[in-house]
Nanobody, 112 residues
Framework: QVRLVESGGGLVQPGGSLRLACAASGFPFGMAALSWHRQALGTEREEVARISIMSTTTHYADSVLGRFEISRDDAMRTVYLQMNNLKPEDTAVYYC?????WGQGTQVTVSA
């Protein structure tokens, strides 16, 4: 059974940084593409970043390009999202996704 557990969310001021982590279990982590998504209140869930097997390729939404970085540690079975220069419009619940499964989400709030 796939299990994804996000952590690292919180309240941060504009311009600040947060690092999200997603600990995974229940599937061959090293053989899975991984992604982060977010959903702001009243909007649809959108993909923020994804990373391929062996970190060969990464892809980012235009809105976060140059500010966010996705990475993975296969030994730790964890995928990260480093978020820098955060903006109020980054406020959302952030979800980890792998093998057609979702984590429970972690709230990120960017506000002065």
């Amino acid at each position: 059974q796939v299990r994804l557990v996000e952590s690292g969310g919180g309240l941060v001021q504009p311009g600040g940084s947060l690092r999200l982590a997603c600990a995974a279990s229940g599937f061959p982590f090293g053989m899975a593409a991984l992604s982060w998504h977010r959903q702001a209140l009243g909007t649809e869930r959108e993909e923020v970043a994804r990373i391929s097997i062996m970190s060969t390729t990464t892809h980012y939404a235009d809105s976060v390009l140059g500010r966010f970085e996705i990475s993975r540690d296969d030994a730790m079975r964890t995928v990260y999202l480093q978020m820098n220069n955060l903006k109020p419009e980054d406020t959302a619940v952030y979800y980890c996704h792998a093998r057609d499964s979702w984590g429970q989400g972690t709230q990120v709030t960017v506000s002065a």
